[in-house]
């Protein structure tokens, strides 16, 4: 079957780095998003990989092992309107968006 | 960037009411559309795959006749839930992307509360 996994929920202090990891096994791959949802609202796209390495926009990156089936969301100089969820999805042989459960990421002051 | 625009944003209607949800891509054409159902503290959970000119692809387990779509033109989909009941209530957005390969992310409406009295 596919899976995706990434830890339920996460805190981390704001100013902080706090980096969200990413597993996933599928049928084929065409790429890994990220995306964030804030409480009550609609996902919005974050960051697309399709090769291994390191993506970089602003305070967040992401990177990806297509061999290691692994890849994190990294997010720097945390704000508290960073708090949110974070979704990864893959989209596997028939470009069919998987989706991951989120993580739920709580900022402290 | 690419918007998609859903209408309405909040619903409250009797039990046995249909209602129709409309999305729309605004700037761009999607050949495909999602729709999506998420329940509170719950991850998004696919519903159906929206071809344009086409029937829709349903996951399992949703029920067709329950969930109409219609995706008449490159810019619009309709999702409407059919003699809605209380256990229907829940958040549904709908996604559109430019294209079907790769690189093309999902792009959300706002999404349509849905509260079935």
Known sequence: GQNIDQPTEMTATEGAIVQINCTYQ??????????????????????YNVLDGLEEKGRFSSFLSRSKGYSYLLLKELQMKDSASYLCAVKDSNYQLIWGAGTKLIIKP | GAVVSQHPSWVICKSGTSVKIECRSLDFQATTMFWYRQFPKQSLMLMATSNEGSKATYEQGVEKDKFLINHASLTLSTLTVTSAHPEDSSFYICSASEGASGNQPQHFGDGTRLSIL
Not at chain 1, 26 to 47: D, I, K, M, R, V
């Open chain 1, 26 to 47: 599928t049928s084929g791959f065409n790429g890994l998003f990220w995306y964030q949802q804030h409480a009550g609202e609609a996902p919005t796209f974050l960051s």
